[in-house]
């Protein structure tokens, strides 16, 4: 309204050649924006029987505009042009009757401030704008990229580590696997080896029968002279033994004991000296030092010297050998045929099997042993 306004301030309309007729001058209306440029409307009332509607610009040149119409009730006409800025800013308007031979024109033109133009700026800003638009694309494609390069890198290594630590369980259970295996390989071979030590130990088997004389009073032998018990509940001063009628000054000499389930008891051997004392009744304690043993008391094995035998259960019967040449003295668990414990001393003289029950009168008794030969073994 304002744009139409100021325009119509600057239209300078003239009529050329006037002729006699009904009518008025080319009316120019400023009718709005478009395609860049001002759109203008020429309009005129005259009732010509025949016109013809020209446009001109500043320099006097033909402008096309829109085909030229008519209103058949009215007999008026109009057309309309788009004016651009840098086309001169005017317009001019003739209207042609050819029967008549008159015509009349009306112009306008408008300052360049009212067309609508484009700022350097803007043009710059919209650049800037474009540009940025396209750096913070071209940024947040490049960051997604990156997170999913970092995502993916980090998934492989997420995978190489659990791999990794697959390859480390799998390592760790064949490790123990192999310990076990091997651990179990090393029972069985010591296993077999105990074996095989015990029927080696067992091919030296003797016959033992119980000396009636060589036994302490509060002791009872069995008619088979083989069981002996104690007769007496209460402990005595002097170590309750009796001493086996055999002796043995040299070699390998093996004899089994059935212990039961007695408390307490003490198998070994002797020297000859304690074995005449105790046959002669004479002193009130035995040498030490002349006495080779294992003994079992309150769940514990015992050799000579205190040492503590472990990891050994209790057994219902104890193998004994007596190897004089390499002075040792090996007691086995002849259930498990596996060693419960050995006793080494330099054996002077004749060695004598004693064995010493515990008080509560059950039999302790030598078990026969059929000889055998370390041959059938092998």
Same mark, same amino acid.
């Given at each position: 309204? &304002?744009?139409?306004?100021?325009?119509?301030? =600057?239209? =300078?309309?003239?009529? /050329?050649?006037?002729?006699?007729?009904?009518? /008025?001058?080319?009316? =120019?209306?400023?009718?709005?924006?478009?395609?860049?440029?001002?759109?203008?409307?020429?309009?005129?009332?005259?009732?010509?029987?025949?016109?013809?509607?020209?446009?001109?610009?500043?320099?006097?040149?033909?402008?096309?505009?829109?085909?030229?119409?008519?209103?058949?009730?009215?007999?008026?006409?109009?057309?309309?042009?788009?004016?651009?800025?840098?086309?001169?800013?005017?317009?001019?308007?003739?209207?042609?009757?050819?029967? *008549?031979?008159?015509?009349?024109? @009306?112009?306008?033109?408008?300052?360049?401030?009212?067309?609508?133009?484009?700022?350097? #700026?803007?043009?710059?800003?919209?650049?800037? *704008? $474009?540009?940025? %638009?396209?750096?913070? *694309?071209?940024?947040?494609?490049?960051?997604?990229?990156?997170?999913?390069? %970092?995502?993916?890198?980090?998934?492989?290594?997420?995978?190489?580590?659990?791999? %990794?630590?697959?390859?480390?369980?799998?390592?760790? &259970?064949?490790?123990?696997?192999?310990?076990?295996?091997?651990?179990?390989?090393?029972?069985?071979?010591?296993? +077999?080896?105990?074996?095989?030590?015990?029927?080696?130990?067992?091919?030296?088997?003797?016959?033992?029968?119980?000396?009636?004389?060589?036994?302490?009073?509060? $002791?009872?032998?069995?008619?088979?002279?083989?069981?002996?018990?104690?007769?007496?509940?209460?402990?005595?001063?002097?170590?309750? +033994?009796?001493?086996?009628?055999?002796?043995?000054?040299?070699?390998? /000499?093996?004899? &089994?004991?059935?212990?039961?389930?007695?408390?307490? #008891?003490?198998?070994?051997?002797?020297?000859?000296? +304690?074995?005449?004392?105790?046959?002669?009744?004479?002193?009130?304690?035995?040498?030490?030092?002349?006495?080779?043993?294992?003994?079992?008391?309150?769940?514990?094995?015992?050799?000579?010297?205190?040492?503590?035998?472990?990891?050994?259960?209790?057994?219902?019967?104890?193998?004994?050998?007596?190897?004089?040449?390499?002075?040792? *003295?090996?007691?086995?668990?002849?259930?498990?045929?596996?060693?419960?414990?050995?006793?080494?001393?330099?054996?002077?003289?004749?060695?004598?099997?004693?064995? @010493?029950?515990?008080?509560?009168?059950?039999? $302790?008794?030598?078990?026969?042993?059929?000889?055998?030969?370390?041959?059938?073994?092998?």
């Amino acid at each position: 309204m &304002e744009l139409t306004a100021a325009i119509f301030i =600057l239209v =300078l309309a003239s009529t /050329h050649q006037p002729t006699a007729g009904v009518g /008025h001058d080319p009316l =120019l209306v400023v009718d709005d924006y478009e395609d860049g440029g001002i759109r203008l409307k020429c309009l005129s009332e005259k009732l010509f029987s025949e016109a013809q509607l020209l446009w001109t610009d500043s320099r006097g040149d033909n402008i096309t505009g829109t085909p030229l119409s008519a209103d058949t009730s009215t007999a008026s006409v109009s057309s309309s042009i788009i004016l651009k800025a840098g086309s001169g800013n005017s317009a001019s308007c003739k209207i042609i009757d050819k029967q *008549l031979k008159t015509s009349t024109e @009306s112009s306008v033109a408008i300052a360049d401030a009212f067309f609508p133009s484009t700022s350097p #700026w803007l043009a710059a800003l919209v650049v800037i *704008l $474009l540009l940025s %638009i396209f750096l913070v *694309l071209a940024a947040f494609y490049k960051i997604r990229k990156n997170n999913k390069e %970092i995502t993916r890198a980090q998934k492989a290594r997420e995978q190489i580590q659990q791999d %990794i630590d697959e390859l480390k369980q799998k390592l760790e &259970e064949q490790k123990r696997r192999f310990h076990k295996e091997n651990e179990d390989a090393e029972k069985r071979i010591e296993n +077999i080896r105990n074996e095989l030590k015990f029927r080696k130990a067992r091919s030296n088997a003797v016959n033992i029968t119980l000396d009636q004389k060589c036994k302490h009073p509060n $002791l009872c032998i069995s008619n088979d002279n083989r069981r002996v018990k104690s007769s007496n509940k209460t402990e005595t001063a002097i170590k309750a +033994i009796v001493v086996a009628t055999e002796g043995f000054p040299d070699k390998k /000499h093996y004899w &089994e004991v059935e212990v039961g389930n007695q408390s307490q #008891w003490e198998l070994g051997v002797v020297s000859e000296k +304690i074995r005449n004392m105790i046959m002669n009744n004479t002193g009130n304690s035995l040498p030490v030092n002349d006495l080779f043993s294992l003994q079992y008391s309150q769940g514990k094995y015992i050799l000579t010297g205190g040492e503590d035998v472990s990891d050994c259960k209790q057994c219902s019967v104890v193998g004994v050998l007596l190897d004089v040449e390499n002075t040792e *003295l090996s007691f086995y668990n002849v259930e498990e045929m596996s060693p419960i414990g050995s006793v080494f001393s330099e054996f002077t003289g004749k060695q004598y099997p004693f064995f @010493s029950p515990d008080s509560s009168g059950e039999w $302790l008794g030598v078990r026969p042993v059929k000889p055998q030969t370390y041959d059938s073994f092998s």
